[in-house]
């Protein structure tokens, strides 16, 4: 027999009645029945009950053990009585009787439980996080993830792509984020830095002739964290291809994402359609441009209705120029207790409040209430609520200014409004490509025009497009968006120096500047370009949703917390004397 096991805890049925056999694995739950112990035996696969009479040559050491000890047992399995199966565990139907127990590791004191659903504080879970990941829930989130990655590779190589794998040391280069600097021993004063996304390295894949690549590629960015960002690295499913269209990137990465959510959904349904919403369409609607399609809620540009109305605010608001006023319906919030909710929710958010009207029934018909109703008047209330398309028992609320201001906390009142009102679909994965990005913004306090997204996306139009007005130029640049989520994002890339070099003097980086930062595109893209473009997919976001999650620290094997600090592996750490002088380098102590 095997020296640890001849089974896992999952294995042993009914068909296993009678046989001896051993098993290995940590002591979950300890159950003392009048002398009778039931030990649930747990390994990575599952549990097994094994039990101990006071009769066995082993019971003294079986009374020792203690939850988390690492042990051995042989034993014979037996049936249960049929009112003690346990239906919830494959293993449910048997129990082993021990007969020989060996102890391989005793545990000390838990500072955390793996046992019970217990909250403990993340710093308790981070610093101890491989008694963290012996949980139940932990093991199949990182279990899923695994699978998922798998299934990832296995539908890109379907698709005709091969894996190649770019450099980890490579140079800084701005692409957005803070890099994470490497110093060099070998070039005193000079530093390597980890790559933010394997971006350039990729589209010169394409100038070298490789016609499809892809990589599960590991990114590292010194970034503030978010919920649903890791501080430091993430992993994306990175993928190019030459001589493709933005709807041919389409094509080839839709039937991948929605192959790996229709395998892991868990009954949730998968959107087979998947909208193409313009930017500007997405900030219009839902304030954000990765909207959750779950929520059917739309915003509107109402602003001619309050344009010179008894409504002084909105009305001296919309004199001023790039200002707006948009409604959000709210579909059965038409109660002042409800308004009053959301009332709160804005101020929680920073802002004085919300107008709102509501509709209800007055017996002989329907009356407008609020205290916008009552400024505005009932034709434009009425021309509202036609536009709107709502009834009696529906509200809206309304936000004004320049819309970049208030869009965040109308994208974020729209999600409270459909949540609460039990309008968005929490058991469905909806999908949208969004597309047409702008490509240059300009500064409305210096008047400066600067890339507002993507650089290195080709304009829509090449250098005719760029020739006019530089606002109004969009870019082949697309992000798609799920339940809430930017899940992927990418572009068809701007493989032309010329086109390339005109954006940038734009943008106001003359062509030196362009050469000198990055050189290496430039250089390649002399000597034969193709037509190329891709996009990344975040598979910590993907397996986030897929099990479920909100933060995205529980489905990465050992991440960092909120303040970037590995508290199990104690990073970052203070660098030796020996190291910062073979490095070239001096620590200069920062004022507290």
């Not at 994470?180 to 996304?197: E, I, K, T």
């Not at 394997?198 to 970034?223: N, T």
């Amino acid at each position: 027999m095997h020296s640890y096991r001849s089974h896992t805890c999952a294995d042993l049925t009914k068909s296993h009645v009678g046989e001896t056999v051993r098993l290995s694995g940590w002591v979950h739950r300890i159950r003392d029945h009048g002398g009778l112990l039931f030990i649930d035996l747990r390994d990575h696969y599952g549990m097994t009950q094994v039990l101990c009479d006071p009769d066995s040559s082993v019971f003294a050491a079986a009374e020792e053990l203690r939850s988390e000890w690492c042990i051995r047992i042989d034993g014979e399995v037996k049936a249960r009585d049929a009112d003690l199966v346990n239906p919830k565990i494959p293993t449910g139907e048997i129990e082993v009787y021990i007969r020989d127990l060996e102890v391989l590791s005793a545990a000390a004191e838990l500072p955390l439980q793996v046992f019970g659903d217990q909250e403990y504080p993340e710093e308790t879970r981070l610093r101890y996080r491989y008694l963290d990941l012996r949980r139940e829930a932990m093991q199949e989130n990182m279990k899923l993830r695994s699978d998922v990655v798998a299934s990832l590779r296995r539908r890109m190589w379907d698709q005709g792509f091969r894996e190649y794998q770019t450099p980890i040391i490579t140079a800084s280069s701005p692409e957005g984020a803070r890099d994470f600097l490497v110093p060099s021993r070998l070039h005193p004063g000079r530093f390597y830095a980890l790559p933010q996304a394997p971006q350039q390295f990729k589209q010169l894949i394409m100038v070298s002739g490789f016609d499809k690549y892809f990589q599960i590629a590991p990114c590292f960015r010194d970034e503030d964290p978010r919920a649903d960002r890791s501080p430091t690295d993430f992993y994306q499913l990175d993928m190019e291809m030459s001589f493709a269209t933005q709807q041919d990137v389409f094509d080839t990465i839709q039937p991948v994402i929605q192959g790996v959510f229709e395998e892991f959904a868990k009954g949730r349904r998968v959107d087979t359609e998947w909208q193409q919403i313009s930017y500007r369409d997405a900030a219009l609607w839902y304030g954000t441009d990765k909207p959750d399609l779950r929520n059917p809620i739309k915003m509107q540009d109402v602003s001619e209705h309050f344009r010179g109305s008894g409504f002084a605010i909105f009305a001296k608001l919309l004199e001023q120029d790039g200002t707006q006023i948009r409604a959000i319906p709210a579909p059965g919030g038409g109660s002042r207790k409800f308004c009053d909710r959301m009332n709160a929710f804005a101020q929680k958010e920073g802002l004085p409040g919300m107008g709102y009207i509501f509709w209800r029934d007055q017996g002989d018909g329907m009356e407008a209430a609020g205290p916008l109703a009552k400024n505005i008047g009932p034709e434009r209330t009425e021309a509202i609520r036609q536009q709107l398309d709502l009834g009696v028992g529906d509200a809206a609320f309304f936000l004004g200014g320049k819309p970049k201001a208030f869009e965040p906390v109308a994208a974020k009142a729209r999600d409270v409004i459909g949540a609460e009102q039990g309008l968005t679909d929490t058991e469905r994965f909806a999908f949208a490509w969004i597309v047409d990005f702008p490509i240059f913004e300009r500064d409305e306090e210096t008047g400066v025009i600067d890339f507002e997204h993507n650089p290195f996306s080709m304009p829509q139009g090449g250098m005719e497009a760029l020739e006019g007005d530089p606002l109004e130029v969009l870019g082949f640049q697309y992000d798609l968006s799920c339940n809430g989520s930017e899940l992927v994002s990418g572009a068809v890339r701007n493989h032309r120096p010329d086109i390339m070099f005109k954006a940038f003097e734009i943008a106001g980086y003359g062509e030196d500047e362009v050469r000198k930062r990055f050189g290496a595109m430039v250089n390649a893209f002399q000597y034969g370009a193709p037509p190329h473009g891709g996009c990344a997919a975040g598979i910590d976001r993907m397996v986030m949703l897929l099990a479920d999650q909100s933060n995205i620290r529980e489905v990465i094997m050992f991440p960092m917390n909120q303040r970037a600090e590995d508290l199990m592996m104690n990073a970052p750490s203070e660098a030796s004397s020996d190291q910062l002088m073979e490095l070239s380098l001096r620590v200069i102590e920062q004022d507290k």
